[in-house]
């Protein structure tokens, strides 16, 4: 049974009636489930429960607060009554227990699970127990229980804040300072550009554009590593079931980011990004004359991160980016960020959040308890001909 199975029965169980009224219940449940399949199950004591998940103070009275015994009590009502509907027959089912904190998964009666562990394939009773667990199957057989463990990847850890989050992410999106012409001196520019004639200057009417003829189209564009970081990061929650709402930057307010997680993508077409990351270790500075780089608060000296002459034409061999999960003080939410110093670095930013093996690079850097920290990673990607490599670590910073 991969790890994934049992997230989608999770996913269904919280999005029903029973659970979807009861934030304390869906909590409760979301996190023991998580910490079962991950096999921490040392998370799953009243007491951790109530700091945890009820963010009670480390020495409160379990029993002048009994909120984790009530609220177990009511999740395994609600799991009853959401078993007794008869569209989930067949379901996995998943209980937990009275007098234990620790869920378990049963396939439902009249039906077996298929099991492999690469070699043999076991045919196991659906009244046998099973500890939900997973990315690689792994059989202990030990007298009519089957025990499945895995490990959960470092990225999923990442993202669980704004997974776990209830609602959409806001997911904004960077949008470039862009312009068009009025209609017929873009047609005389379009076939010019088209068509230039090496033997004489452009027509008059566009050999001097005056600035009535230009309109602002600061929300209509974005850049195409931007839009595939959008592509990589709807994917990976759409894994999860997680709703996102997708705005521009310029149509996003301070009110919005202060209503959900958000994930920030871009830089310098990002106010966003900009305003909320500015006083971070690593941040983006454009010197206003063809220079752009990521600085370090830490080492004022470094000067090595940075791109040269990339606009127009976009002729580089190296970008740097940044990559951020940072509870914002502003807004009081999560905000993760993925942002290069142009589109190809979003672009390997957005590879970096989505795939565990980049992602897992900088965890070599990073403390033990670097899921409950605040999180940034510097990286750098090769260009060559406008085709970005992959991510490269350079830098990791937690607080």
């Known amino acids: 049974m991969p790890r994934q199975t049992a997230l989608a029965q999770l996913v269904r169980i919280l999005d029903s009636p029973h659970f979807r009224t009861s934030k304390r219940c869906s909590l409760f449940l979301r996190f023991v489930v998580e910490h079962a399949i991950d096999n921490d199950l040392d998370c799953l004591k009243e007491r951790t429960l109530g700091i945890e998940v009820f963010d009670r103070d480390p020495q409160y009275d379990t029993n002048q607060d009994p909120i984790v015994r009530s609220t177990a ?8 009554q959401y078993y007794l509907e008869p569209e989930h027959q067949g379901e996995l089912r998943i209980t ?30 659906t009244r046998k127990r099973l500890w939900i667990a997973g990315a690689a199957i792994v059989l202990v057989v030990a007298a009519a229980t089957v025990r499945l463990t895995f490990q959960k990847t470092g990225l999923d850890r990442f993202w669980e804040p704004v997974i776990n989050a209830p609602g959409p992410v806001l997911v904004c999106l960077a949008q470039p300072k862009a312009y068009n012409f009025n209609a017929p001196t873009q047609r005389a520019l379009d076939l010019w550009f088209q068509h230039p004639d090496e033997k004489a200057g452009p027509p008059a009417l566009i050999a001097t554009v005056p600035l009535s003829e230009f309109v602002s189209m600061w929300d209509r564009y974005t850049g195409l590593g931007d839009a595939q970081t959008l592509s990589r990061v709807s994917a990976l929650f759409g894994a999860h079931r997680k709703p996102i709402q997708l705005r521009g930057g310029t149509s996003v307010s301070l009110a919005d980011l202060r209503g959900s997680p958000s994930v920030l993508i871009g830089a310098f077409s990002n106010e966003w990004t900009l305003n909320l990351t500015g006083e971070l270790r690593f941040y983006f500075v454009d010197d206003g004359k063809g220079t752009a780089s990521v600085q370090d608060r830490n080492n004022p000296g470094q000067s ?12 580089i061999q190296e970008d740097y980016a940044i990559v951020t999960r940072v509870v914002n003080p502003t807004t009081e939410q999560t905000v993760v960020v993925a942002a290069g110093i142009t589109h190809y670095g979003t672009q390997a930013a957005g590879e970096f959040l989505t795939k565990p093996e980049y992602f897992a690079e900088a965890l070599k850097h990073a403390p033990s308890d670097w899921a409950r920290r605040n999180l940034q990673v510097v990286i750098s990607t090769k260009v060559l001909a406008g085709t970005v490599g992959p991510p490269i670590l350079v830098a990791v910073h937690s607080w």
């Not at 009590?73 to 009853?80: I, Q, T």
């Not at 090595?304 to 002729?315: D, G």
Request: glycine share 8%; aromatic share 8%.
């Open 304 to 315: 090595e991160w940075k791109v040269v002459n990339a606009w127009p034409h976009w002729k």
């Open 73 to 80: 009590g009511e999740v395994r009502k609600r799991l009853a």
């Open 96 to 125: 937990m227990p009275t007098g234990s904190y620790l869920p378990e998964a049963h396939a439902d009666q009249g039906t077996s699970l298929q099991l492999s562990n690469g070699r043999h394939t076991i045919a196991v009773p």
